[in-house]
């Protein structure tokens, strides 16, 4: 089926729940990050997809922050021992930065492809018609 024949769908619906950005219905990722080499449903293949570090980017900047704050507060305002932290703050990082690393992924992996993003490519102008500089311009 040709990619025209598919309806554009919301990179949030499909990607936070890990499903094709294309068709919707199969499978983002083989296991909790690691993307999948094509759909199983529509043959898309993933190879265009690459987050990078931006769901990392993401939960360290919107959940590891107020984690980490509130380990600051605790210690400050109670002088907690170590268990304490380990018992409340660590829990809360976990809780925090693990569950939303893959959801983020997916919406960003269907963001690509929605929008069509690409790697940047330098462009190169035509030797033919890069010869001269325009009329009327000169040096410095």
């Given at each position: ?34 993307i ?12 265009f997809?690459?987050?990078?570090d ?43 930065c ?18 069509k ?22 040096g410095a």
């Open positions: 089926m040709n990619e025209q024949h598919w309806p554009r769908l919301s990179p949030l619906s499909t990607g936070v729940r890990g499903r094709c950005p294309r068709c919707g219905e199969g499978h983002l990722f083989n296991g909790f990050l690691t999948a080499p094509a759909c199983e449903v529509c043959g898309l293949d993933y190879s997809a690459d987050p990078a931006g769901p990392a980017f993401f939960v360290m900047c919107f959940a590891c922050v107020p984690a980490v704050l509130f380990a600051i507060w605790l210690e400050v305002a109670f002088q907690a021992p170590y268990w304490v932290h380990l018992v409340t703050t660590l829990p809360l990082l976990l809780l925090t693990i569950p939303p690393l893959r959801p983020l992924k997916g919406w960003l992996v269907a963001s690509q492809y929605y929008y993003a690409e790697e940047g490519r330098r462009v190169t102008a035509d030797p033919s018609t890069a010869s001269s500089a325009p009329e009327g311009r000169t």
